[in-house]
Structures are given as C-alpha cells and as structure tokens.
C-alpha cells in the first residue's frame, strides 16, 4: 500500500502547464500500469483541442471574414448607387467637421484631413452651402475640390471601396478565429482544472487511509 502511494505521488500533474504536446499522451498513456482515468481523459482532451484548433478555428475564421465581406460589398454596392461625386467650390477655412458616418477616409492616419466652407451644386441644381473635409493642406478661396453627395444634395463620405471592404473582412474573420481559438483554449484549460481538482482530491484520500501508518515497521506488508 505504501509503495502504491509512493508511485503515485511520484508522477506528476502538470498543472495549469498541459499543453499541445499532450497530445502524444493518448499513446504514452496506453499500456502504463500508473496510468489514472484522468490521464488518459486530459491526453483526449488536448487531441480533440488540437484538432479544433486548426480546423474550426479557421473555418469560423472564413465563415465569419466571407459574411463580413458580403455584408461590406452589399453596403457598397448601395453606397455607389446612392452618392454621387460633384465639384464644389472652396469658400472659407472652416472648424474642423465632424466625419460624416462611415468615411473610410476620414480613420486613413496617412491622410491629415481639414475643413472648409464650400459650394456646390445638387443634382437637382440647386446650389448648396456646407462645410466639408478635404485634403487640401492650405485651402483658398476658389479651390475646387471633389465631394461626394447624397440624392438630396447634402455631403455625404466617399463609397465603400474594395480595398477597404477586403481589408475589413479579412480583420474580422482574423479577430473571429483568433476568437474561436482563444475560446478553446479556455474549454481546455477548464477541462484540465477540473481533472486536476479531482486527481487531489483522490490523492488526499489515499493519503489519509494510509498517512496514519506511514512509516511503521510491517506497514503494508
């Protein structure tokens, strides 16, 4: 009896520390006389998230990246048949403008944008007065300047464009496998705690059927 808990304090957890590299356990673990149930469960456990890892992971990675750009391209789409390009004339330096909703321009850190008060024209003609952003590092009076429209005229952001739409898609469907990774990870890492918690809990039982004879002369024999 006392040899028996011996060897089995002998062998070690791996706490918190079980990784990818468990997974050749499921083969160690096979024929070894000291193997526990949990052993054999926590080598199943890191094979089935390893398998996960790079198959789901980057499956959900694309699913979620193709919706994202399905999504993008649909907007764009609309944004194209909803805005339209128009000169307008610069009238005066302006306060910096709020951005309009979804500029892609507007977040381009390489791009320092100002603002203006211009005037253009609608695409009903009437003549319109606004301020505006634009790219113009000393803009003056009477510098032309290209804006983007909606149907009643008023200034709108610049479309969608497929560098834009691509690149997003393809941030998203990083962030989304990423995601599903980390989330398995952490299943993993859930399962691994419980097994642990349950392996010292059997430990401590051993110990204290046979603790109060540890060391006796004749014990367990």
Known sequence: MRADVVRHCAVQDGEGGAD???VRGV??????????ATDLIE????????????TLSPAIGWLVGSATEDSLRQSMRLQRQQRH????????????AKPPSY??????????????????????????????????AKPRAGDRITIWTDAQGHAVGRPLNGTTVRT??????????????GTLECAR???????????????????AAVGPDWGRTGTGS
């Not at 997003?168 to 990774?181: C, D, E, F, P, Q």
């Not at 010292?200 to 051993?206: C, I």
Request: charged share 20%; hydrophobic share 45%.
């Open 20 to 22: 990818m590299g468990a």
């Open 27 to 36: 083969w160690r673990w096979r024929g070894n006389p000291l193997r526990r």
């Open 43 to 54: 080598a199943w456990v890191a094979l089935i998230a390893a398998l996960l890892l790079v």
């Open 85 to 96: 390009p128009t000169t307008a004339t610069v009238l005066s330096p302006a306060p910096p």
């Open 103 to 136: 500029d892609p321009d507007a977040t381009a850190s390489h791009r320092q944008r100002g603002a203006v008060r211009a005037q253009w024209r609608a695409v009903d003609g009437q003549r319109r007065t606004g301020t505006v952003s634009t790219v113009l």
């Open 168 to 181: 997003h898609a393809a941030l998203t469907g990083v962030g989304g496998a990423l995601t599903a990774a």
């Open 189 to 207: 890492r859930l399962v691994l705690w419980r097994l642990v918690r349950r392996r010292y809990e059997r430990l401590d039982r051993a110990w």
